[in-house]
């Protein structure tokens, strides 16, 4: 199976920073990588997919990056609504395994 | 506007089958060329892949779940449904069905989940 690993496992930061959370994957999967956010009590929502293509009425202070097997999401300007867990996934090849999740919360 | 619902049996006892069903309204299960999956995230940790259902039927499953695990579609009522054999407390999970694109692979339709304890 491919594992990914999520770096940070959480982080504390403030309305209107600069967050970046990095998943490297364990072989190749070109541009196979998904993220997706997940607030308490609620199902995971897409995000971004094939690394860098923002899904329909995702803000664009979200963005995503690829190089080599490491794969970044950023929030530009983080807003409250965006306090949640992280999770990546790569659509490489079955099983389809996600990364083990970063939180983010307010400082 | 697609909406996914989990059902199913919320208390299961060790060694028994987990049984869920997944009813999809808003749209046909048959249409557009989706596949169907499951995936489980168990309190306070991770997502898990289960496994997926295509368009044509054929199914693939995680293989660490694989020898207990039983997926299936009936289109004629919209429904997916999932069934493991031989739960442990291991299996206690929010169990969730989703709608997937075929390539790439994406979820981008979720049920709200459904939580599922392992109990005696």
């Known amino acids: 199976d491919i594992q990914l690993t999520q770096s940070p496992s959480s982080l504390s930061a403030s309305v209107g920073d600069r967050v970046t959370i990095t998943c490297r994957a364990s072989?190749?999967?070109?541009?196979?990588l998904n993220w997706y956010q997940q607030k308490p009590g609620t199902a995971p929502k897409l995000l971004i997919y094939v690394a860098s293509t923002l899904q329909s009425g995702v803000p664009s202070r979200f963005s995503g990056r690829a190089s080599g097997a490491d794969f970044t999401l950023t929030i530009t300007s983080l807003q409250p609504e965006d306090f949640a867990t992280y999770f990546c996934q790569q659509s490489s090849s079955p099983p389809y395994t996600f990364g083990q999740g970063t939180k983010v919360e307010i400082k | 506007q697609l909406q996914l619902q989990e059902s199913g049996s919320r208390l299961v006892k060790p060694s028994q089958t987990l049984s869920l069903t997944c009813a999809v309204s808003g749209d046909s299960i048959s249409s557009g060329g989706y596949s169907w999956s499951w995936i489980r995230q168990p309190p306070a940790k991770g997502l898990e892949w289960i496994g997926y259902?295509?368009?044509?039927?054929?199914?693939y499953y995680n293989p660490s779940l694989k020898s207990r695990l039983t997926m299936s579609v009936d289109r004629s009522k919209n429904l997916l449904s999932l069934k493991l054999s031989s739960v442990t407390a291991a299996d206690t999970a929010v169990y969730y069905c989703?709608?997937?694109?075929?390539?790439?692979?994406?979820?981008?339709?979720w049920g709200q989940g459904t939580l599922v304890t392992v109990s005696s």
């Open positions: 989703a709608r997937g694109w075929v390539a790439p692979y994406v979820l981008d339709k």
């Open positions: 072989q190749s999967i070109t541009t196979y």
């Open positions: 259902i295509s368009q044509t039927g054929t199914a």
